[in-house]
């Protein structure tokens, strides 16, 4: 959910005419803020997975969060296009071992008949960071400009990592070695891409994900300058997708577990 935070606070600042009046941005240029996150995300996702599976949950997720914790309020310091896009694209490194993380954390600390809810839970907090995010960078930008904005969102999530460190066991490999001694089957990678369940699954999150980042990156603006709602207004009308998208998220994991 927090990660989500230091995705949405670039859309909001897009939406303002002063952010964009200091950076002399273009469209083009906001729609390559937008999508600079992603194309390191997107190409650090398997690295990110090996990663998790060589080192565990705990210390590369601690780690990642301090560093994309950081790189969202080192954002206030950005002073043109290039600085910003950079930071963006360290940003999506930074974040890419959460997804790997969040589910190899649900494979080996819920039961089997327990992780549709569990996943479940997990995509929705993924859209309660985009539903509660908009509205707080908002309320932060009106009130203290898109500089501090960065600052607060970013230096204030770290409030999160001694819980962490201090809560979460690192744990995850035992649990694996001890499912390989019990007899486990390993199921062959080659196996896994040869089934029309996965591609289906591709196939369909590829098409959901368009959506949902056009919600996060461009519906922000587009509420401002053909709306003409308020950046306080704009911050609700955007979370109010998410929370819908988050509620069906936890009802289909109840469903798929049944």
């Known amino acids: 959910m927090i990660a989500y935070f230091d995705r949405v606070n670039l859309s909001i600042a897009l939406a303002s005419a002063e952010f964009k009046a200091f950076f002399q941005l273009t469209d083009v240029q906001r729609g390559l803020l937008n999508s600079a996150f992603f194309w390191s ?3 650090l996702q398997i690295p990110a997975g090996w990663v998790t599976d060589r080192f565990g949950v705990k210390y590369p997720y601690a780690l990642s969060f301090l560093a994309w914790s950081l790189v969202s309020a080192v954002s206030a ?11 963006r694209v360290l940003l999506g490194v930074a974040e890419a071992i959460v997804t790997p993380c969040g589910m190899r954390w649900i494979r080996f600390n819920c039961q089997e008949n327990q992780r549709g809810l569990a996943v479940g839970l997990y995509m929705a907090a993924a859209k309660v960071g985009p539903a ?7 309320m932060l930008l009106t009130a203290y400009g898109w500089r501090p904005m960065f600052v607060i969102l970013g230096l204030g ?5 001694p819980p962490w460190m201090g809560l979460v066991r690192n744990d995850d490999r035992k649990l694996e070695a001890a499912a390989a001694k019990a007899g486990t089957p390993a199921v062959p990678f080659s196996r896994i891409l040869r ?8 196939v369909g999150t590829f098409c959901y994900q368009y959506f949902v980042y056009f919600c996060m990156t461009w519906m922000p603006a587009y509420f401002v300058e053909r709306r003409n709602l308020s950046l306080n207004s704009m911050g609700w009308y955007t979370g109010f997708s998410f929370l819908g998208m988050a509620t069906v ?9 049944r």
Request: glycine letters at 10%; aromatic letters at 16%.
């Open 195 to 202: 089934n029309p369940v996965i591609w289906g699954i591709v």
């Open 77 to 87: 310091l950005a002073g043109s296009f290039w600085q910003l896009f950079a930071l």
């Open 41 to 43: 995300y997107a190409l």
């Open 132 to 138: 509660l995010g908009p509205a707080l960078a908002a």
């Open 157 to 161: 999530s770290l409030i999160w990592l």
């Open 249 to 257: 998220a936890t009802l289909a994991g109840w469903v798929a577990d």
